[in-house]
C-alpha cells in the first residue's frame, strides 16, 4: 500500500508541478476572453466548462495513447514539440495581428448571438483547446511523463497508481484552467476595454514566443541527434 500510495503522490506532484509553468492558466485567461469576447457571460463560463472537459479529456488521452501511438508510427516527441510548437506560434500571431475589437471576428452588430455561438463552437477543440489550452508543450511534457511510467515499474499496481496520479494532476490543471476562463471577464475587467486589448495583445506576443521556444527545443533536439549520427558514421 505504501509503493501505491507513494507512486501515486511522486507522479501527481511531479507532473502538475512541471506542468502547470508550461500550461500557465493565468497567462491563457486574455487569450480565451479574445475568443469569447463577442458572447455574453454566462455564456462565456459554460464555454469555459466545455473547454475545461475537453481539456482533461485530451489530457488523459495523450497520458493514455501518447506513448504506444508514438511508437506505432515510429514519432517521436521533438517532432510533435516542433509542429506543436509552429502551431502555438501561429494562434498567438492570428490573435496579435487581428482588429482591436475582437467580436469582429465573428460577426459584426447585426448579426445575432445564436450565429456568433455557432461560431465560437466551431473554435472550441482548435484552437481554444488544442494549441492554445493543451499546448505541444504540455503535450510533449505529458508523453514523457506517460513514457516514465510504463516503463518505470514491472509492478503493474504501480504503474497504475502513477497513472491514476497523473491523471489527478492533469484534473487539477484543468480546474485551474477552468476558474481562469470563466472569470476571465472579472479579472480584466477592471483595467478597462483598452487594458484589455493591450493585455491580449502582449499575451499573444508571449504565446508567440512560448510557441517559437517550444518548436526550437525540437529542432535542437533532432540537430543533436542528426550530429551524433553523423559522427557515429564517420562523416563529421
Partial sequence: MEDIIKAFFTSFAGLLLILLPISNPIGMAPNFL????????????IVAKKVALLSFSFSVGILIAGPPLLRFFGIDVSFIRIS??????????QILSSEG???????????DAHKKIKTLKDRIFFPIVFPVTVGSGSVAIIITMATDYFHGSFKAYIMVASYIGGAAALFVNAFLFYICYKYSREIFSHVGKTG?????????????AIGLQVAW???????IELFKVLKSANLL
Fill in 34 to 45: 479574445f475568443y469569447t469576447e463577442a458572447i455574453h457571460n454566462e455564456s462565456r463560463r
Fill in 101 to 111: 475589437n475582437s467580436s469582429s471576428n465573428y460577426s459584426d452588430k447585426n448579426k
Fill in 196 to 208: 484589455t486589448i493591450v493585455i491580449c495583445k502582449i499575451s499573444a506576443f508571449i504565446l508567440i
Fill in 84 to 93: 506543436g510548437g509552429l502551431l502555438l506560434a501561429i494562434s498567438g500571431w
Fill in 217 to 223: 527545443g525540437g529542432f535542437y533536439n533532432v540537430i
